[in-house]
């Protein structure tokens, strides 16, 4: 009789891409409710745009490609940038932006790069990166200020819908807002950070909303690293790298942002743990990881510091996207059995 | 004057350099034509001369003289390849009808037929056999590079070529064949990290 | 030295689903006698062992049946006593599924034993009388590689640990666990008998923490016997702790050396059944002639342990227990290290620990490979720390000096980064093709070198030849201009005047009568002579060759080239003949 044959190993561990991809889209889910239930309905009206797009536009591009359309789009990976893209926009943004990000995010930065793992850059924070710099004026006045608090009405969906589709960057003033960071870099200048902090704005306003749905990214993130689907390398190094570059230089909270903007007022969070661990553009190595992680934390304290914008999340990993292949060759683990570990681009015969 | 002195400066500069560079190129210059050695070195030595030199390294000369690199039938698309990032040249397809990686072919002498001619022995790139005249010719198995040059010499016809047997010890596994990423359109399929 | 219990904590590591209660809840049992024991001849380095018996003889248990000339092989016995009925190739558990040379004995009841002597004293013996008698047993590591085992008591380097493996980290095989439930006494004993034969300070078992029952009878019989130097250690379960340089740096934190052996370290580690075998073959004479074997899987109806003799043929095992069985897959070892055998009709060797019989959907497996996502859990897993995403970036675009300086041939082929891929690529295949592929890349660049050395001294001693001929016709003509100078003075100079003068004389007339570019052209008739004397000659050899060929001498191949000679000549002939027919008359003298 014939008897089967293959190489071992002959089983497997239950956890497949699809699994992953599930995992990471659930522990986004507080965050993203947490941001509905602040900000509006415009972040989920944003992240079903993009995830429609994102399966659209990964379709057609794969027909081209001429790879296994089901196949492909079931592994979860387009759903899981269509709610990157979404989490990351204003929530009063034109439907045209999610369309745009989820069009660049998913044709350019993901399959023409080479598809699934390829990617030299995350798709998400590419999109968004081309979007705040192509539409300037939609991405910094839809910002939406954080409803139910502070005499600001909460909209229901259909005024979302509404706004959404009208198309129109126009917005009524009294319903936007500037991001938490950028309204403290504003003010700042005018005021101490005790008084600023007990505006209406901080202690009531968008500090207040921001702040849970940083926790809920936090818990996500947490849950993740329990399930093993993450490691802890990557995520603590961007806090620590914002925590120690803010130790050095923001001492004085009345000229820069405090600690604890840094870290629960922005996308500082959802960055760490979700963004900076994607698998295909962070390092490889462990020590890697830590690195990247330093090195986002960093970037995103200088751009808000210095910079002109107010979030640098996006940015900041776009950079360390490009400097990531380069890390891994200096972070090489060290194999058992050898001494130190192999640096550099040149292979050395002589590592032993 | 101030026309004559620049002129003399740039004479001067033209002088200096090229003094420093005709000394450069007496002092270092290199033993040899390395890269003629480097190019044998990738060639898989069979000596068949399919390539149209007698020898693999005659064709390695011909390489560096500007050649084309893919006539080596036995070294097959690595040996091309190999060559190609040497020189970093494009790669190109195989030349001959021959297919890529032709299994490996020893000669065999029927010894009852054999008459002693030695022939096939002057004909052997590599002296791979055995024999005198009027005395029994037999290819030495391991030394055989599979030219078959000797096949023609023959006069009564009694070398065959064959493929060397598959024995458990020269088993060895298969490359996976990957369900992914067969189909390249864009540049980015294949080659990429 | 481990002095103070304390464990490190081995990097990466997965924990697949053990299943190990399908076998290890019975005692070992036994297997029926098989009607055939197949012994391969053949070493994984390609080495041929030669029988020391014939077809036709009888041997009995223990009889000592092959041996290889190499000193990395053990020596072959018989397992059962009777009659070696061939020596064939025969279908081998290798994945390949070709066969290869076997000692095929047919067995009979008789059971007669050809043991060695047993050993009553071994303490009073010397350590190369004991390291000599287990070669003569033949006792091979039965862990998994089957490395002889005496030469690892044979090592140069002093060692001061003896590590004794009984850690089997491999989900489904329960053979060391049950083998330590109930042979421990003998354990400890082949223990102490290794600890001698290396002139170790220490020994340390070593087993897993979900075998409690093995934990219990090795503690127990070392509280009863309390040797000063054998301790055990439980360590933590988790695969694949029982590679022996994992098992290194878990007891002691020492890594082995890439490239070296644990004898480096001044540590030696042994399976538990090969200890036990060592025991045997000191105390008992016992040759390696059988061993527990897992037999496991949820197809198989009498799941358990068994004694099973070497070159059992794997249906036998399979009749015995699960007699309608037909598997449509049997893996000889555990599902992460094993591998698929090609017919349930090859032998088990004396490295097969375990027959893993699965049902159809009972091993979670493989399907269609996807693209690599870059999660590096792969590298999380990894025992040896190794960056197994860039090898197979590596192994997949052919790039094999970088696959080897990123330290390919570190891996242990554990299998844990393909276990946990979520892509479920198969690495371990990529990474075992790759290193074949350098292998080969070697052999063949040896070889390689190897012809064009001898093109090269070809080249230089054709051209010695030519050199050599071309200064030998230089000095033969040479001679021959001065032998003719010499020739001439010397008659001269023997001949007396009178008769020198005479010569001269007749001289002088054949070379005014010689002239022959001014002698008129041969006339017709001449050349028609002279042709057809040519053609009487061939008829002459035709009809020798004709003789010789029906007496079917050895002359007839230098006939026909000798006929071949006389018809040309026949032929120039002719033509000289119609040339001077013609009025053309240039005719110099033959070439060739």
Known sequence: ?352 | MSILTAILVLLLLASLFGALLGYSAVRFKPEGDPVVAQIDALLPQTQCGQCGYPGCKPYATAIANGDAINKCPPGGMATVEAIASLLDVDIVPLDAETEDNPTQLVAVIREDECIGCTKCIQACPVDAILGAAKLMHTVIESECTGCDLCLEPCPVDCIDMVEVPKTIHSWSWTAPVSQNSEVKIIATDGDRH | MNKSNKLWRLHGGIHPAQMKELSNRTPIGQIPRPKEIILPLNHSNGAIATPCVKVGDHVNKGQLVATFNIPVATKIHASLSGRVTAIEPRIIAHISGLPALSIIIKTDDSDEESFLPKIENWSAMSNDQLISRIEEAGIAGLGGAGFPTQIKYRSHAPINTLIVNGVECEPYITSDDVLMREYSAQIIEGTLIALKMLSAKQALIAIEDNKPEAIAAITSELTRLSPSNIELRVIPTKYPSGGERQLIYILTGQEVGSGNIPASLGIVVQNVGTIYAIRQAIIDGEPLTQRVITLTGTAVANAGNYWVPIGTQIQHIIDATTPELIPHEVIMGGPMMGFDVPSTHAPVSKVTNCLLIPAKNELPRRSEDKACIRCGLCEQVCPVNLLPQKLYWNSKHHEWEQAELNSLFDCIECGACSWVCPSEIPLVQYYRFAKSEIKKEHVEKVKSDQARKRFEDRQKRLEKLALEKDAKRKARAAAAAKAQANKETDVESKLGDQAKADILASLARVKAKKPKTEQPPKDADTLRLAWESAEEVVLKAKNKLKIAETENTATVSALVTALGKLETRAKKAKEAWMTASTPNNNHDGESE
């Not at chain 1, 759903?79 to 995010?105: D, E, K, N, Q, R």
């Not at chain 1, 300037?136 to 909209?155: K, Y």
């Not at chain 1, 509404?162 to 200048?189: C, Q, R, V």
């Not at chain 1, 629960?264 to 462990?286: E, H, K, Q």
């Open chain 1, 1 to 352: 009789m014939i008897l089967a044959t293959s190489s071992s190993p002959h089983t497997k561990n239950n956890l497949s891409i699809t699994a992953i991809m599930m995992w990471v889209a659930a522990t986004l889910l507080p965050g993203l409710v947490a941001l509905i239930h602040f900000f509006g309905w415009g972040y989920l009206i944003n992240s079903l745009i993009a995830i429609l797009i994102a399966f659209v536009s990964e379709a057609f591009i794969l027909k081209l490609r001429k790879r296994p359309v089901i196949k492909t789009l079931t592994d979860g990976s387009a759903l899981l940038t269509g709610l990157f893209i979404g989490l990351s926009l204003p929530g009063y943004a034109p439907w045209w932006i999610p369309v745009v990000a989820s069009l660049f995010a998913i044709i350019f930065i993901k399959q023409l790069y080479g598809g699934l793992g390829q990617n030299l850059f995350n798709p998400a924070m590419g999109a968004f990166a081309l979007v705040l710099i192509s539409f300037p004026l939609p991405m910094t006045t839809s910002w939406a200020a954080p409803q139910g608090l502070n005499g600001i009405e909460r909209l229901d969906i259909t005024q979302q819908i509404e706004i959404t589709f009208s198309g129109s960057p126009d917005i009524f003033d009294g319903i936007t807002m500037a991001t938490p960071l950028d309204h403290y870099k504003t003010n700042i200048k005018n005021k101490t950070a005790d008084e600023l902090l007990k505006t209406d704005e901080f202690a009531n306003g968008p500090l207040y909303g921001i702040f849970w749905v940083n926790l809920a990214f936090l818990f996500g993130g947490l849950l993740l690293i329990m399930k093993k689907i993450i490691t802890w390398h990557a995520p603590a190094g961007v806090i620590a790298g914002v925590t120690i570059m803010s130790l050095i230089f923001s001492s004085d909270p009345d000229i820069h942002m405090p600690i604890s903007l840094h870290l629960m007022g922005g996308a500082t969070m959802l960055g760490a743990f979700f963004i900076a661990t994607d698998p295909a553009t962070t390092a490889t190595s462990n020590k890697g990881k830590i690195i990247f992680g330093l090195g986002v934390g960093m970037f995103t304290y200088i751009i808000r510091t210095w910079g002109n914008f107010p979030d640098a999340i996006a940015f900041s990993i776009l950079i360390m996207n490009f400097a990531a292949p380069f890390i891994d060759y200096y972070s090489r683990p060290r194999v058992y059995g050898k001494s130190g570990s192999m640096k550099g681009f040149a292979l050395k015969d002589d590592y032993k």
